[in-house]
């Protein structure tokens, strides 16, 4: 008969990478985590992962039974880290994770928004890359998560607060800073704050510029969009952001100027469906669909 310390084990290996790391987390030996291992093989009746090479590599059975595991060892843990705060006077704390456009001013807000609805709420605002952000939800790190950006996985449900555009950050002193709106062609020449190319930023402008056949005349790459600004300070030129990460700019010296023809791009609620509060996620649903009315977004018909 399966052990809830047997899954356990098997979750934090799976998680860790390694039997040292798991070893770590539980607090517990490494062979006793070595031999719950096989003992938890040998009740199956089949080979959890490939040691071969030196390495502990999960077959695809271990995956797909660690995606049944891992949302009732998650919930459990978050359930016991709840009652021990309510055990010791506290409230329990809700945790936002959000991209790094999202943390400029929409989640911000939100969480304003949030904590006057609950007055001595405990908030917690975790900023995340993408990657990050599928982990923080699967790992019950943090109750839900905020993105421009989809994330592709069956467990995780996703609703759509707004839709924001791309824009362009212009010094003050261009002459382009003074146009209604600039368009790809405007900018083609001018020397730009670009996107690292494996970012899901990078990889939009890019598509951007080669469905105009134009060669971006590009200065310098960063990754987030919040450091372009401060890239703009130093000579690097003009830089392209999201509707969001402009909102967040308070330079009387950039200049946000529409950029024509730039798609659309859902602001997500994202959480995972086995795991939090519902209430909770509703309840910040409507702080965040109240924010976003608060900065004048495209909000979801």
């Known amino acids: 008969m399966l052990s809830f310390r047997q899954l356990e ?3 934090a290996v799976i998680v860790g990478g ?15 985590v070595t031999k719950m291992v096989r003992r938890l093989e040998d009740i199956l009746g089949v080979e959890l992962f490939d040691r071969s090479g030196g390495r502990l590599t999960p077959t695809r059975v271990a995956q797909q039974i660690f995606e049944v595991v891992n949302p009732s060892i998650a919930g459990m843990e978050q359930l016991s880290t ?25 989640a911000p807000k939100a969480l304003a928004h949030f904590a006057r609805r609950n007055p001595g709420v405990r908030l917690r605002m975790d900023t995340l890359s993408l990657k990050q952000t599928h982990d923080y939800l699967w790992l ?12 592709e996985d069956p467990r995780i449900v996703s609703s759509t607060i707004a839709w924001i555009t791309m824009v362009c950050l212009i010094p003050a002193d261009h002459p382009l800073a003074h146009q209604e709106s600039v368009s790809i062609t405007d900018i083609a020449e001018e020397p730009l704050v670009f996107f690292h190319p494996n970012t899901p930023h990078g990889t939009l402008v890019k598509q951007m510029f080669h469905a105009r056949d134009i060669q971006p005349n590009i200065a310098i790459e960063t990754r987030f969009a919040e450091t ?6 130093e000579g690097f030129g003009i830089a392209m952001a999201d509707e969001l990460t402009a909102k967040g700019i308070r330079d009387k010296d950039i200049k946000v100027v529409p950029l024509a023809g730039a798609p659309w791009l859902a602001v997500l609620l994202h959480y995972h469906k086995d795991i939090g509060s519902r209430f909770s996620v509703d309840l910040l649903r409507e702080c965040l669909l109240e924010a976003a009315a608060d900065l004048n977004l495209r909000l979801e018909a």
């Open 228 to 233: 372009a600004q401060h890239l703009m300070h």
């Open 9 to 11: 084990v098997f979750r």
């Open 140 to 151: 019950a790190e943090g109750d839900c998560a905020v993105t421009i950006f989809p994330l």
């Open 18 to 32: 390694s039997i040292s790391a798991a070893s770590q987390q539980l607090g517990i030996a490494q062979p006793t």
């Open 82 to 106: 709840t009652i021990r705060d309510i055990a010791g006077g506290r409230e329990a704390t809700f945790r936002l994770g959000v991209s790094p456009s999202v943390s400029q001013a929409l």
